[in-house]
T-cell receptor, first 111, second 113 residues
């Protein structure tokens, strides 16, 4: 059973608009969450994170929202740029130190 | 963040052979993680490698198939043994400095023919 789910395998957005990537989790013991971006033939690169004690974290064009009661987090990218086109993974972690990843959402930002 | 050098970046191997992947970190880290990403799948943790002790394997992964070495705090290897086409994946190592300091190697793309 997947503990971290990204139900949208792909998302297409027009340049300048908002991209919203969603992630659901099942394990209430997760206490931090991260988003990674992955370009083809490269390893994932860290994007933004949020602790379970917060409900929002913002870094430039990227904002992550956490709804603990719904076990849901989302990544907002505003405004979206063509260079944002990549696969985005959400990940959750707990006390054991390892991360559990979703399957990823492929974002395409069209000029 | 730590800088990780992972090699080889890709390889094509024959069935029944083995491939050893190396990860070198530019600073000492306690925990190193090995992940696999099969086509269309999420990153899946294979094992956690701690220096000075045996690696801890996740369900579905065994030491005979994925032996890991961790001789010091800056280096680890993952060997994928007795290769079959199902082992064709991207393999990634990762290190954790703190909860928000995870970094990944650039990955090893393995194709088994």
């Amino acid at each position: 059973d997947q503990q971290v789910k990204q139900n949208s395998p792909s998302l297409s957005v027009q340049e300048g608009r908002i991209s919203i990537l969603n992630c659901d989790y099942t394990n209430s013991m997760f206490d931090y969450f991260l988003w990674y971006k992955k370009y083809p033939a490269e390893g994932p690169t860290f994007l933004i994170s949020i602790s379970s004690i917060k409900d929002k974290n913002e870094d430039g064009r990227f904002t992550v929202f956490l709804n603990k009661s719904a076990k849901h987090l989302s990544l907002h990218i505003v405004p979206s740029q063509p260079g944002d086109s990549a696969v985005y993974f959400c990940a959750a972690g707990g006390s054991q130190g390892n991360l559990i990843f979703g399957k990823g959402t492929k974002l395409s930002v069209k000029p | 963040s730590a800088v990780i050098s992972q090699k080889p970046s890709r390889d094509i191997c024959q069935r029944g052979t083995s491939l050893t992947i190396q990860c070198q970190v530019d600073s000492q880290v306690t925990m190193m993680f090995w992940y696999r990403q099969q086509p269309g799948q999420s990153l899946t943790l294979i094992a956690t490698a701690n220096q000075g002790s045996e690696a801890t394997y996740e369900s579905g992964f065994v030491i005979d198939k994925f032996p890991i070495s961790r001789p010091n705090l800056t280096f680890s290897t993952l060997t994928v043994s007795n290769l079959s086409p199902e082992d064709s994946s991207i393999y990634l190592c990762s290190v954790a400095r703190d909860h928000y300091g995870y970094t990944f190697g650039s990955g090893t793309r393995l194709t088994v023919v």
